[in-house]
Nanobody, 122 residues
Framework: VQLQAFGGGVVQAGGSLRLSCTVS????????VGWFRQAPGKGREGVSC????????YYLGSVKDRFTISRNNAENTVYLQMNNLKPEDTAVYYC????????????????WGQGTQVTVSS
């Protein structure tokens, strides 16, 4: 299984980025998928996740109403639209397949990929 995350970069506070993650070696439409992030000196946290059909989503409280997760099962790709970015959103963002969506995002595999760096300047 390979995951390729794209779309990170350096933006000013208030800016937007759209992350995308393409998965190969696994048919995504059987699984929930999610985005996680890890800031320097901190643990990895679940940012947002979506069920296999897209019928249910979860958002970390600090990103709710600013981030939107979506998926294209035909292209085995998941997206994260990030608006009104804040300096505290600075982190490496990872996508993960096989994520259980509930009162949080629970990864159920060790597939992470290389991540993409998001840096928000104040």
């Amino acid at each position: 299984v390979q995951l390729q995350a794209f779309g990170g970069g350096v933006v000013q506070a208030g800016g937007s980025l759209r992350l995308s993650c393409t998965v190969s070696g696994l048919t995504l439409d059987h699984f929930g998928v999610g985005w996680f992030r890890q800031a320097p000196g901190k643990g990895r946290e679940g940012v947002s996740c979506i069920t296999n059909t897209g019928s249910s989503t979860y958002y970390l409280g600090s990103v709710k109403d600013r981030f939107t997760i979506s998926r294209n099962n035909a292209e085995n790709t998941v997206y994260l639209q990030m608006n009104n970015l804040k300096p505290e959103d600075t982190a490496v963002y990872y996508c993960a397949p096989k994520v259980r969506v509930g009162f949080g995002c629970v990864p159920e595999s060790d597939y992470w990929g290389q991540g993409t760096q998001v840096t928000v300047s104040s």
